[in-house]
């Protein structure tokens, strides 16, 4: 499936929730359902050739009686229209366009060592300040090949402050 079609199923759900004024019981369902696919592979057993279309639909329909009304009419309109392969990306893309809407984020900071709370309280007013979010999680990364200092990372806006960066730098002024 194209991200374009993602996107439409995506802006259709959520315009709808907001409307009805369930968007953040649709956002939890939406969040559960990703969490669900990862856990239990789920994804791959939708987009594979092995496994019939009904057999596939029955899967659905267990996610449709357990969910809100507007999602069971979420989920059959994707069954209706023959995407239960692409449902996966169509939950991901929900999420992004909400995170987007709402301005929140995973900000992945890389360092040489683990962070402390007050040092990952500091990171998440960093990134509000600088990368304009109202909610941040901050996902640390080791990598002691930096050397010392940080990478931040979020939403494909990097701050490198690392200090192999800054010593390749001065390495470059130098030759």
């Not at 229209?81 to 999420?95: C, P, T, V, W, Y």
């Not at 990368?131 to 990364?141: A, G, H, P, R, S």
């Given at each position: 499936?194209?991200?374009?079609?993602?996107?439409?199923?995506?802006?259709?759900?959520?315009?709808?929730?907001?409307?009805?004024?369930?968007l953040?019981?649709?956002?939890?369902?939406?969040?559960?359902?990703?969490?669900?696919?990862?856990?239990?592979?789920?994804?791959?057993?939708?987009?594979?050739?092995?496994?019939?279309?009904?057999?596939?639909?029955?899967?659905?329909?267990?996610l449709?009686?357990s969910?809100?009304e507007?999602?069971?009419?979420?989920?059959?309109?994707?069954?209706?229209?023959?995407?239960?392969?692409?449902?996966?990306?169509?939950?991901?893309?929900i999420?992004?366009?909400?995170?987007?809407?709402?301005?929140?984020?995973?900000?992945?900071?890389?360092?040489?060592?683990?962070?402390?709370?007050?040092?990952?309280?500091?990171?998440?007013?960093?990134?509000?300040?600088?990368?304009d979010?109202?909610?941040?999680?901050?996902?640390?990364?080791?990598?002691?090949?930096?050397?010392?200092g940080?990478?931040?990372?979020?939403?494909?806006?990097?701050?490198?402050?690392?200090?192999k960066?800054?010593?390749?730098?001065?390495?470059?002024?130098?030759?």
């Amino acid at each position: 499936m194209t991200k374009v079609n993602s996107q439409k199923y995506s802006k259709a759900l959520l315009e709808v929730a907001q409307e009805k004024g369930q968007l953040e019981a649709v956002l939890a369902e939406v969040s559960e359902m990703i969490q669900l696919f990862k856990e239990n592979q789920i994804n791959h057993f939708l987009s594979s050739d092995v496994y019939s279309y009904s057999v596939k639909s029955e899967l659905i329909g267990t996610l449709i009686q357990s969910g809100s009304e507007l999602m069971s009419n979420f989920l059959n309109t994707v069954r209706s229209n023959g995407r239960l392969s692409d449902l996966a990306e169509i939950l991901d893309e929900i999420k992004n366009t909400a995170d987007d809407m709402f301005k929140i984020a995973d900000v992945e900071v890389v360092s040489s060592i683990p962070l402390t709370e007050t040092q990952i309280e500091k990171f998440i007013r960093l990134a509000k300040s600088k990368f304009d979010l109202n909610e941040v999680k901050v996902i640390n990364t080791v990598n002691e090949k930096i050397l010392g200092g940080f990478i931040v990372n979020s939403r494909g806006k990097i701050i490198d402050a690392s200090l192999k960066t800054q010593l390749a730098k001065i390495a470059a002024e130098i030759l």
